[in-house]
């Protein structure tokens, strides 16, 4: 029970870790979102398609979106665990 407990205090650090990553990647990607007039999603099915350009920029704001996403999936399994 002991061991379960330290394992499960262990993923709420993890969880809590997450979610402050996650928060600084949304703001970066709505300051994005701001700057070129265009959702996170809108953007990365242009980008995808090769229907934007290639700047320095949308390679950052794909880089983070990608993070962003993939935090979110584990901080939801994390979640499930904890809870």
Avoid: C, P
Avoid at 64 to 72: I, V
């Amino acid at each position: 029970m002991q061991q379960t407990n330290e394992i499960k205090l262990s993923l709420k650090r993890e969880y809590d870790l997450y979610s402050n990553a996650m928060a600084f990647y949304k703001k970066v990607l709505q300051e994005f979102e701001k700057k070129y007039q265009l959702s996170t999603q809108t953007f990365l099915e242009r980008f995808e398609a090769g229907q934007i350009g290639d700047e320095a920029d949308y390679f950052d704001w794909y880089a983070f979106a990608k993070l962003h996403a993939r935090w979110r999936k584990t901080q939801s399994a994390i979640r499930l665990v904890i809870q």
